[in-house]
């Protein structure tokens, strides 16, 4: 049993925004996705993955093709593929998002 307190693992630069790598298989990876305020995740898509958003703190604007919507704690955001989308914290606070991906995707991925 692989247990992770996401707490702990959370990571943070003044650079960019940090992803931090919780687990991988073959066909899934779960990170922590870590904003200071005006950082962000640029648009991009995966040809053969889907991706799920679950925000553990903060508030963040979430991009989907053409739809914006903000988000806050405790709400969810699935993204199938192969959809464009991105995440931009906007805000002055913090962000952490919980993301998971499953599907077909290259190894670099999760690293």
């Known amino acids: 049993m692989d247990i992770k307190n996401i707490t702990e693992a959370r990571r943070w630069s003044e650079e960019k925004m940090q992803k931090v790598g919780l687990y991988a298989t073959a066909g899934m990876f779960c ?3 870590c904003f200071e305020p005006g950082q962000f995740q640029k648009l991009h898509n995966h040809e053969n993955a889907d991706k799920v958003y679950v925000v553990l703190e903060g508030e963040g604007r979430f991009v989907v093709e053409d739809e914006e ?6 709400e969810t955001l699935g993204v199938a593929a192969p959809l464009r989308h991105g995440v931009f914290n906007d805000s002055n606070e ?3 998002v919980l993301v998971f991906l499953a599907g077909e995707y290259p190894k670099s991925l999760s690293q």
Request: glycine share 0%.
């Open 31 to 33: 990170d922590v996705y």
């Open 69 to 74: 919507q903000v988000l806050t704690a405790n």
């Open 94 to 96: 913090r962000l952490v």
